[in-house]
Nanobody, 117 residues
Framework: QVQLVESGGRLVQAGGSLRLSCAAS????????MGWFRQAPGKGREFVTQ????????IYADSVKGRFTISRDNIDNTVYLQMNSLQVEDTAIYYC??????????WGQGTQVTVSS
């Protein structure tokens, strides 16, 4: 079992920046990758970015490339999402997820990010 707790979401103005954190606990040694997803009002959950726990290879959705950066701290078992140049369209609940093999099997409770114009 892996437990995930997100933090850092809040109201921010368009063009601003925000950093989200996701602290993992439990059987973190089995994590293969961690990622961020988001769900905007009335829409489905969408992939934002992911990072390999070993090696740090990253993948980003086209919509956030050049604006968002994912990073990890293997010692503290924490993954971060630095979000710059935020847009109103980035408003969503952001979820952290972990893959211990077989897909995104573990999810946090989500943190709300609201970008105002």
């Amino acid at each position: 079992q892996v437990q995930l707790v997100e933090s850092g979401g809040r109201l921010v103005q368009a063009g601003g920046s925000l950093r989200l954190s996701c602290a993992a606990s439990g059987r973190t040694s089995r994590m293969f990758r961690m990622g961020w997803f988001r769900q905007a009002p009335g829409k489905g959950r969408e992939f934002v970015t992911q990072i390999a726990w070993s090696g740090g290879r990253t993948i980003y959705a086209d919509s956030v490339k050049g604006r968002f950066t994912i990073s990890r701290d293997n010692i503290d078992n924490t993954v971060y999402l630095q979000m710059n140049s935020l847009q109103v369209e980035d408003t969503a609940i952001y979820y952290c997820s972990a893959d211990v093999g077989g897909g995104w099997g573990y999810w946090g409770q989500g943190t709300q990010v609201t970008v105002s114009s």
